[in-house]
């Protein structure tokens, strides 16, 4: 029973829109992951390298940390595909000092986020043959208490190379 709980739950969070909607009308924002060298992520043992996109889906200009969502990066979750177990990788402490660096996107406009999930991150957690899904997650409010963040995800399938 608390497994399928537990796989219900996965399932519930990557049917979540990876989008966040701002506190002014028509301001949205869509988060997407993308491996570099194709969907789905091959892993072979190598540094996997992402790109992390924020697009203004909206009709009006919203201002994001930009500055602290580079430096600090997201939090990462590895989920295990096959069992169902779940990692939170490690981010270090908040780089604070760049919360109040505003910069607006305007509507229709994205920036990309180069990101990299090291291979001994996976090869430590991951069962044979590697089924995973990082799911990347980014608070647009990050200097707001927890109950006020807007927290935007992005799921990311990683399997092993020349399975997919």
Same mark, same amino acid.
């Given at each position: ?5 537990? =796989? ?7 049917? *979540? $829109?990876?989008?966040? &909607?701002? @506190?002014?009308?028509?301001?949205? !924002? ?24 924020? =697009? ?7 201002? *994001? $940390?930009?500055?602290? &969502?580079? @430096?600090?990066?997201?939090?990462? !979750? ?87």
């Amino acid at each position: 029973m608390h497994r399928y709980v537990f =796989f219900l739950t996965i399932f519930l969070l990557l049917l *979540l $829109p990876a989008s966040a &909607f701002g @506190g002014e009308p028509g301001v949205m !924002i869509e988060f997407r992951a993308r491996c570099v060298e194709g969907n789905p992520c091959q892993f072979s043992g190598e540094m996997i390298e992402v790109e992390l996109e924020l =697009f203004n889906a909206g009709s009006t200009a919203i201002g *994001l $940390p930009i500055a602290y &969502f580079r @430096g600090q990066g997201p939090r990462v !979750i590895l989920v295990d595909n096959h069992s169902g177990k779940e990692k939170r990788l490690g981010m270090g402490p908040p780089m604070s000092d760049l919360f109040d660096e505003i910069q607006e996107l305007a509507p229709g406009k994205s920036i990309k986020i180069p990101w990299m999930v090291a291979p001994d991150e996976i090869d430590a957690f991951a069962l044979r043959p590697v089924d995973v899904t990082a799911v990347f997650v980014f608070d647009l409010m990050p200097r707001s208490p927890y109950a006020e963040s807007q927290f935007i995800r992005a799921p990311l399938r990683i399997v092993a190379a020349g399975t997919q």
